[in-house]
């Protein structure tokens, strides 16, 4: 789990402690699954930034 991806689990956590009723149950829902979402391509962006990276070093190792 890179560091995007462990803000985005403590914000989800936190969003989870507040209590929610009525409407706002299903709005706090649709929240969580964004933030589940996000970090989810923070991990998929993050390994396309390291294999991208890696390739630029081997490309210049020659």
Do not use: F
């Amino acid at each position: 789990m890179n560091e995007i991806q462990k803000k985005i689990q403590e914000a989800r956590r936190l969003i989870s402690i507040i209590p929610v009723s009525g409407g706002s149950v299903d709005v706090m829902a649709a929240a969580r699954i964004q933030l589940a979402a996000a970090a989810d391509a923070a991990g998929d962006r993050s390994a396309l930034w390291e294999a991208h990276k890696q390739a630029e070093k081997e490309a210049q190792d020659g």
